[in-house]
């Protein structure tokens, strides 16, 4: 199954509920599927990336306007966080560019630096 990938937030840290100690609660996840995609391509990166956002949104569990400023930083870290595991997982160039184009560093990706020679 290469073309499935599941959007995993890690609830346990993340999730607006309160989690208690002698809770044994599994993250969330939601799988992605994309075999009806060309993810080599810029639009189908561009719909995979979207679908997963939408998975990783799904999963962190929206917080409702009125709550806390803190509760909402927390959901914009699940989500971001679910799209960049999901990325990584996925492991394509066109898609990971896609996500970095957008400010989402995949978990895991190689960073890559140039020097300049002053010579």
């Not at 890690?10 to 607006?16: E, Q, R, V």
């Not at 969330?28 to 561009?46: C, Q, Y």
């Not at 914009?76 to 990584?88: E, N, P, Q, S, W």
Request: proline share 7%.
């Amino acid at each position: 199954m290469k073309n499935l990938i599941p959007a995993t937030a890690i609830a346990t840290l993340y999730s607006c509920a309160p989690v208690w100690a002698d809770t044994l609660q599994e993250p969330r996840s939601v799988t992605v599927h994309f075999e009806d995609l060309n993810i080599n391509s810029a639009r189908g990166a561009a719909v995979l990336y979207q679908r997963i956002r939408y998975a990783a949104e799904d999963v962190c569990g929206n917080p409702s306007p009125q709550r806390s400023l803190a509760l909402a930083s927390r959901y914009a870290t699940c989500v971001r966080g679910a799209i960049a595991g999901a990325v990584a997982r996925v492991n394509c160039p066109s898609v990971t560019e896609y996500a970095a184009a957008r400010g989402i560093v995949p978990a895991q990706a190689p960073i890559k630096v140039k020097f300049a020679s002053n010579d």
